[in-house]
């Protein structure tokens, strides 16, 4: 229980992490303020109405089955999962000019259609190329702390040693890589590819894949906010931080000073923003600490957001689906259940890897896209595209190159009232939303750690 004053809390970001964070706090009964820069709630999972009205998404996400403690926010808050999200038990796989497969996901739910998935679609992954995806996936049954070890090699690295068919890389490996860390698999760490497995096969009826049943403002950050608010949080938009105040004296942080030179004092302070927001905001005094640098070198992937309203349906369905051989690896069909007032399809999909696109113009950019795409589904090259958003993220994730992952910091810092939530952050879903829940979940109960010991006054 927290002493009869409680200690006071500020939360810079009001992402999915920092308002994780908030909620832990909030129901320890500790006053708390969160700061977002934007004007909107949700970080790179949110979502925001453009100058037509229209919702627009930071990127596509998608809900795994595996994300507990997505699902447990979602219902302390009341917003039960079945009235959030719908869950698809299929992945389609496209190829340019090329074939195409659809796999079930789920025996237990889908249990024809994944036996048949995996038994059929020789033309997409030959029975060899099956098979061989056996041995590399294997290790992920092992514990996350035996899994770490395979942060000293990449997708590539492990694959050529466990593996080594070439189908098997291109056609499953490579695009999955692309769509889920926005990175190839020659720079993406072994860890972060047997981690995502992992959290299958440890939970084999949770293996599902789900959208969301519309915007997530409505659905899901608008409620979290009235729920935070009525007890008692106060949530402030479109206030930015500048600057982290630490006294050497102290060897504490004493404020957080917004942009345009407002001050705001508390006694724990919570950095939930990105990774690379953070970094230049790190106090001079403490840059030089091994704990900090780390964080200040941790690599980031860029990343494009193309959303495309057509002029007719392209597709029936409402699942997600892969491309091979493009670096637009996933995209999904959101009219029907998403944003079913659209009165044809309308894609959300990922560019990525991005490096070698971000100076691209939107045209061109969307060209690629629809060249890219059209070639592995007739439809999309006969449609005409009626509205395009494309939003260019040029660091949107940790990019989990080989010794990234185990670098990643914890959420208590060498600084007595400091502490840090997001995906970025030490837990066992790296870049993703259920990252950030944990994350900020993390970091709320580190905070009321230090509350019950007395250790934060």
């Keep these: 229980m927290p002493p009869r004053t409680s200690p006071r809390v500020v939360i810079a970001g009001g992402g999915l992490a920092g308002l994780a964070c908030a909620k832990v706090l909030a129901d320890a009964g500790l006053p708390v303020t969160v700061l977002e820069s934007q004007a909107y709630l949700g970080g790179r999972a949110g979502t925001f109405l453009d100058q037509d009205g229209e919702w627009v998404e930071q990127g596509l996400h998608l809900f795994l089955g595996a994300y507990s403690q997505f699902r447990a926010l979602l219902r302390d808050i009341g917003r039960p999962p079945r009235q959030v999200l719908y869950f698809t038990d299929d992945l389609r796989f496209e190829e340019p000019s090329g074939p195409a497969a659809t796999f079930g996901t789920n025996p237990v739910y889908a249990p024809l259609r994944t036996l048949l998935g995996a038994l059929g679609n020789n033309d997409y992954l030959g029975p060899l190329a099956k098979l061989s995806l056996l041995p590399l996936l294997a290790p992920s049954v092992l514990p996350d702390a035996l899994l770490q070890r395979f942060d000293r090699m990449t997708v590539v690295d492990w694959w050529r040693r466990a593996s080594n068919s070439k189908q098997a890389l291109e056609r499953a490996l490579r695009p999955f890589c692309r769509a889920i860390q926005f990175t190839d698999a020659e720079l993406f760490s072994a860890y972060n590819l047997l981690g995502w497995a992992h959290q299958t096969l440890v939970r084999p009826l949770r293996a599902r894949l789900g959208g969301y049943r519309g915007a997530r403002d409505e659905l899901i950050f608008a409620p979290l906010a009235a729920w935070l608010k009525q007890r008692g949080v106060e949530i402030r938009m479109k206030v930015e931080l500048d600057e982290i105040v630490y006294d050497e004296a102290s060897q504490r942080i004493t404020k957080f000073r917004l942009v345009g030179g407002e001050e705001v004092e508390a006694d724990a302070y919570v950095v939930a923003v990105p990774a690379w927001v953070f970094a230049p905001k790190i106090p001079l005094a403490l840059r030089h600490r091994p704990f900090f640098a780390d964080i200040i070198d941790l690599p980031t992937a860029p990343a494009i957001s193309v959303q495309l309203w057509f002029d007719r349906v392209i597709t029936r369905r409402d699942g997600y689906t892969m491309v ?49 795409l059209g070639a592995a589904h007739p439809e999309i090259a006969a449609a005409k595209v009626v509205k395009r958003v494309v939003l260019k993220h040029k660091k949107h994730l940790i990019r989990p190159l080989p010794g990234a992952m185990t670098r990643r ?49």
């Design 409 to 457: 910091p914890k959420q208590v810092t060498p600084v007595d009232n400091l502490f840090l939530a997001g995906d970025w952050t030490q837990q066992e879903f790296f870049g993703s939303q259920e990252g950030a829940v944990r994350g900020g979940n993390a970091c709320g109960r580190a905070i009321l750690r230090r509350v019950q010991y007395g250790l934060l006054k």
């Design 324 to 372: 091979a051989r493009s670096n637009c690896p996933v995209y999904q069909d959101q009219a029907r259940y998403t944003y079913p007032y659209a009165k044809g399809s309308r894609i959300s999909v990922i560019v990525s890897p991005a490096d070698a696109l971000l100076d691209w113009s939107d045209a061109a950019i969307v060209d690629h896209v629809l060249a890219d």
